[in-house]
């Protein structure tokens, strides 16, 4: 099938076109019809003169019919029914809806829509999240995932022209990829299987295995039973591994320079439609972003009147706002990393200090007031790691098969897990991930 993106009519010569989407709106008036016509790129107007009745005088007694047809039939369109439309182009600076318009030659309806449609503009998110396949069709909807294309490509782009390699990691596990906790299990055949919570170990693996830098993007999953606005059972995980890194300062240069390509392209490809959109300006951060330890990350949040109540001595929610707010005031940036996390409230693998076992080479990375990343240089020594993980109550046993890619020789190495939808929400000024998820999966959501 032949037919014109509407996002291409503009430039077009006037003169005879096909196009194809679905309806909007129509406004039916008594001589004239108007079809607002949506697809993919964006939205057209489409005129038709009306036809009303039948006279016996006609000329053409055939083509009033035909059009008397035309008129019945765009009366009856239901919103969302899928049309195919071929008429005649006209440029005319007094449309407002982008100069252009199409008059109706001739009218197909390929799918016809029910007359009444089960969300409307003022639904609620979850009702929204019901019809999903009916919300997707908004335009910002439909915004968030070119940008999220266009992230995506970007990130792939840079991690390509740096000798990265992209490597597709299992999602079934034989046991955890983080800790027991959060994790889905499921039946496999004579035994158990895990759901992978993060391709940490895997993406490790590709240390020994010589392939120096790897990077995925992939689904991973949580059986978190929080609702909050930023959590999910699934979700995409933007993952990275490098070797021969002499601390976490050298994940942090990579991990920004990758957030640099990925926000150039956003805004050269979509900056003013997002602020159209959202009324959001995306701005490209600048280098190097603000680095803060975690303890003076504290003292720097307790001066600004809040005292985080958590007992473990990691920021609360609340705590990054206020921790961003100040970097903001003091640097002008969006982007923070807190470093040197405390070793009790980070995975075994991650390397402490020298000097000081009670902090590690982590770092967890901020954005607009909400962590998206977590990063760190890894222990890449066995006999540290099995100290490591039996200090945090794990069984070497249990780890056998990770702590084998540590026994034939591993270049000191570290990376970052990043959460895709956090970003595009808090890029895009967005108040859930469930907007910035394709189908969003939840404690109480499977379905569509």
């Given at each position: 099938?032949?037919?014109?993106?509407?996002?291409?009519?503009?430039?077009?010569?006037?003169?005879?076109?096909?196009?194809?989407?679905?309806?909007?709106?129509?406004?039916?008036?008594?001589?004239?019809?108007?079809?607002?016509?949506?697809?993919?790129?964006?939205?057209?107007?489409?005129?038709?003169?009306?036809?009303?009745?039948?006279?016996?005088?006609?000329?053409d007694?055939?083509?009033?019919?035909?059009?008397?047809?035309?008129t019945?039939?765009?009366?009856?369109?239901?919103?969302?029914?899928?049309?195919r439309?071929t008429?005649?182009?006209?440029?005319?600076?007094r449309?407002?809806?982008?100069?252009?318009?199409?008059?109706?030659?001739?009218?197909?309806?390929?799918?016809?829509?029910?007359?009444?449609?089960?969300i409307?503009?003022?639904?609620?998110?979850?009702?929204?999240?019901?019809?999903?396949?009916?919300?997707?069709?908004?335009?910002?909807?439909?915004?968030i995932?070119?940008?999220?294309?266009?992230?995506?490509?970007?990130?792939?782009?840079?991690?390509v022209?740096?000798?990265?390699?992209?490597?597709?990691?299992?999602?079934?596990?034989?046991?955890?990829?983080?800790?027991?906790?959060?994790?889905?299990?499921?039946?496999y055949?004579?035994?158990?299987?895990?759901?992978?919570q993060?391709?940490?170990?895997f993406?490790?693996m590709a240390?020994?295995?010589?392939?120096g830098?790897?990077?995925?993007?992939?689904?991973?999953?949580?059986?978190?039973p929080?609702?909050?606005?930023?959590?999910?059972?699934?979700?995409?995980?933007?993952?990275?591994?490098?070797?021969?890194?002499?601390?976490?300062?050298?994940v942090?240069?990579?991990?920004?320079?990758?957030?640099?390509?990925?926000?150039?392209?956003?805004?050269?490809k979509?900056?003013?439609?997002?602020e159209?959109?959202?009324?959001?300006?995306?701005?490209?951060?600048a280098?190097?972003?603000?680095?803060?330890?975690?303890?003076?990350?504290?003292?720097?949040?307790?001066?600004?009147?809040?005292?985080?109540?958590?007992?473990?001595?990691?920021?609360?929610?609340?705590?990054?706002?206020?921790?961003?707010?100040?970097?903001?005031?003091?640097?002008?940036?969006?982007?923070?990393?807190?470093?040197?996390?405390?070793?009790?409230?980070?995975?075994?693998?991650?390397?402490?200090h020298?000097?000081?076992a009670g902090?590690?080479?982590?770092?967890?990375?901020?954005?607009?007031?909400?962590?998206?990343?977590?990063?760190?240089?890894?222990?890449?020594?066995?006999?540290?790691?099995?100290?490591?993980?039996q200090?945090?109550?794990?069984?070497?046993?249990?780890?056998?098969?990770?702590?084998?890619?540590f026994?034939?020789?591993?270049?000191?190495?570290?990376?970052?897990?990043?959460?895709?939808?956090?970003?595009?929400m808090?890029?895009?000024?967005?108040?859930?991930?469930?907007?910035?998820t394709?189908?969003?999966?939840?404690?109480?959501?499977?379905?569509?």
């Open positions: 099938m032949t037919r014109a993106l509407i996002k291409n009519l503009a430039p077009l010569p006037d003169g005879t076109v096909t196009v194809a989407g679905w309806v909007d709106t129509v406004r039916d008036q008594k001589k004239v019809q108007f079809v607002i016509l949506r697809d993919e790129s964006g939205a057209v107007q489409l005129v038709n003169p009306a036809t009303r009745e039948l006279t016996e005088d006609a000329a007694p055939a083509a009033q019919a035909a059009a008397l047809a035309l019945e039939t765009i009366s009856g369109l239901a919103h969302g029914s899928m049309v439309v008429g005649e182009l006209k440029h005319d600076e449309v407002k809806l982008g100069g252009i318009e199409v008059k109706i030659a001739s009218l197909e309806v390929v799918s016809e829509a029910l007359p009444e449609t089960p409307a503009d003022d639904s609620s998110l979850d009702k929204r999240l019901d019809w999903r396949f009916l919300d997707l069709r908004r335009p910002e909807a439909n915004l995932f070119r940008v999220q294309t266009t992230f995506e490509h970007a990130l792939r782009t840079w991690w022209e740096n000798d990265f390699v992209e490597i597709h990691t299992p999602k079934l596990m034989a046991s955890a990829s983080e800790s027991r906790a959060e994790l889905f299990e499921l039946e055949f004579e035994g158990k299987a895990y759901l992978s993060s391709p940490q170990f993406k490790q240390q020994p295995a010589g392939f830098r790897v990077f995925e993007i992939a689904p991973a999953f949580r059986a978190d929080s609702f909050t606005s930023r959590h999910a059972t699934e979700f995409t995980s933007i993952d990275a591994e490098m070797s021969w890194v002499d601390s976490h300062e050298d942090m240069a990579m991990h920004e320079q990758l957030l640099v390509a990925g926000f150039t392209a956003v805004v050269e979509h900056g003013a439609e997002i159209a959109a959202f009324g959001v300006t995306v701005e490209v951060p280098v190097p972003f603000p680095r803060i330890p975690l303890a003076e990350a504290l003292e720097l949040v307790k001066a600004r009147g809040y005292e985080v109540p958590r007992t473990d001595g990691d920021l609360d929610p609340e705590g990054e706002r206020q921790l961003s707010a100040h970097v903001r005031e003091a640097f002008g940036h969006d982007f923070v990393f807190v470093t040197d996390y405390a070793s009790g409230i980070r995975p075994f693998y991650h390397m402490r020298e000097g000081d902090l590690t080479n982590s770092y967890d990375l901020l954005y607009n007031g909400t962590e998206i990343s977590t990063g760190a240089q890894r222990e890449h020594r066995v006999d540290v790691l099995i100290a490591q993980a200090e945090k109550g794990l069984e070497p046993e249990e780890l056998e098969f990770y702590l084998d890619f026994r034939y020789g591993v270049p000191p190495h570290g990376g970052f897990g990043m959460g895709l939808a956090r970003v595009l808090l890029m895009l000024g967005l108040g859930s991930i469930r907007e910035t394709y189908l969003f999966r939840g404690p109480t959501r499977l379905l569509p």
